[in-house]
């Protein structure tokens, strides 16, 4: 019933246009190659194959992926001032922000339960955390959060948008899209919390229940120094896990009747540029084994163009 829709985004603000096109396009630039230097560090050092950083390599080709979905078309409309976008391309844009963010909240759901098992079972570690067992975890948490989205869309494709075409919003998310809706969103709703609470209350659930042994047994670790090299090996993923769920469940997990632009917009800034900006400089920034094998991997590259 419609051949697309117009993104209002900061359309309303004229004269902050191009600073935020600046702003946007350094905190772009710097959540790729952030991520990236994570991707490649990973990849080319062999001490780092391990559980933990297999699923740190992912994380960032998710942060990646979830921000390239946005801030690209989000560039172009502040540069261009041109505010459409086809049907769909909106309905894909949508799906994969949803998809992401799921599988952002599985994968961080794996990182706990890696690090549950890392402090709370060390003896059995390389047994329960084997390379077939990440494996299996890795594609489980990008599997189901492809598939668990496929609904929304498939509902949301068949609303009437017969009041307005515009959306406030600066990219094609759930909630303005139901909003604009004039037909009944009541199913959608439904599926959404249904979603919300089976999956992502879960992820949320049972990471909050690995920390909770964590805490017990790094607590029970009799050296201060001890203690202290065990919870930083969590306190990272801590971090990332409460900006990240906080801030979906004050966007999502709400009526559309309580819908407000400015507080929305506000909140999908957060998690689509704080949290992949963050993840880069909260994991490695007093991660030793990262850090040395940066170096070593630096070294080596600066001297082979040296040579060459």
Request: aromatic share 14%; proline share 3%; net charge positive.
């Given at each position: 019933?419609?051949?697309?829709?117009?993104?209002?985004?900061?359309?309303?603000?004229?004269?902050?246009?191009?600073?935020l096109f600046v702003l946007f396009?350094?905190?772009?630039?710097?959540?790729?190659?952030?991520?990236?230097?994570?991707?490649?560090?990973?990849?080319?050092?062999?001490?780092?194959?391990?559980?933990?950083?297999?699923?740190?390599?992912?994380?960032?080709?998710?942060?990646?992926?979830?921000?390239?979905?946005?801030?690209?078309?989000?560039?172009?409309?502040?540069?261009?001032?041109?505010?459409?976008?086809?049907?769909?391309?909106?309905?894909?844009?949508?799906?994969?922000?949803?998809?992401?963010?799921?599988?952002?909240?599985?994968?961080?759901?794996?990182?706990?339960?890696?690090?549950?098992?890392?402090?709370?079972?060390?003896?059995?570690?390389?047994?329960?955390?084997?390379?077939?067992?990440?494996?299996?975890?890795?594609?489980?948490?990008?599997?189901?959060?492809?598939?668990?989205?496929?609904?929304?869309?498939?509902?949301?494709?068949?609303?009437?948008?017969?009041?307005?075409?515009?959306?406030?919003?600066?990219?094609?998310?759930?909630?303005?899209?139901?909003?604009?809706?004039?037909?009944?969103?009541?199913?959608?709703?439904?599926?959404?919390?249904?979603?919300?609470?089976?999956?992502?209350?879960?992820?949320?659930?049972?990471?909050?229940?690995?920390?909770?042994?964590?805490?017990?047994?790094?607590?029970?670790?009799?050296?201060?120094?001890?203690?202290?090299?065990?919870?930083?090996?969590?306190?990272?993923?801590?971090?990332?896990?409460?900006?990240?769920?906080m801030t979906l469940i004050c966007?999502?997990?709400?009526?559309?009747?309580?819908?407000?632009?400015?507080?929305?917009?506000?909140?999908?800034?957060?998690?689509?540029v704080l949290v992949p900006l963050?993840?880069?400089?909260?994991?490695?920034?007093?991660?030793?084994?990262?850090?040395?094998?940066?170096?070593?991997?630096?070294?080596?590259?600066?001297?082979?163009?040296?040579?060459?």
């Amino acid at each position: 019933n419609v051949s697309g829709f117009i993104i209002q985004g900061f359309s309303d603000s004229p004269e902050l246009q191009l600073p935020l096109f600046v702003l946007f396009l350094i905190i772009y630039l710097c959540i790729v190659i952030g991520n990236f230097i994570i991707f490649l560090v990973i990849l080319l050092s062999s001490d780092l194959h391990t559980p933990m950083y297999k699923f740190l390599q992912n994380l960032s080709i998710i942060d990646i992926s979830f921000t390239s979905n946005v801030l690209p078309g989000l560039l172009h409309r502040l540069i261009t001032k041109q505010n459409n976008i086809a049907f769909f391309r909106c309905m894909a844009q949508m799906y994969l922000c949803t998809s992401l963010a799921c599988n952002e909240f599985f994968l961080l759901t794996a990182m706990a339960y890696d690090r549950y098992v890392a402090i709370c079972d060390p003896l059995h570690y390389i047994t329960r955390m084997s390379e077939q067992t990440c494996a299996w975890l890795i594609s489980t948490s990008y599997c189901v959060g492809f598939v668990c989205c496929t609904g929304h869309v498939v509902l949301i494709s068949k609303l009437l948008y017969c009041n307005s075409h515009v959306i406030d919003h600066f990219f094609c998310d759930l909630v303005p899209l139901l909003k604009l809706s004039c037909s009944d969103t009541f199913n959608v709703e439904i599926l959404t919390y249904v979603i919300g609470t089976l999956l992502t209350f879960n992820s949320f659930l049972l990471t909050l229940i690995s920390y909770i042994y964590i805490i017990s047994t790094i607590l029970k670790i009799q050296s201060t120094h001890g203690r202290q090299k065990a919870f930083s090996t969590c306190a990272s993923h801590l971090t990332c896990v409460i900006i990240l769920y906080m801030t979906l469940i004050c966007l999502y997990m709400r009526p559309t009747t309580s819908y407000s632009m400015r507080r929305d917009k506000f909140f999908s800034l957060l998690y689509i540029v704080l949290v992949p900006l963050l993840n880069p400089l909260i994991y490695t920034l007093k991660n030793k084994e990262f850090l040395t094998a940066f170096k070593t991997l630096r070294k080596t590259v600066s001297s082979d163009i040296f040579l060459f």
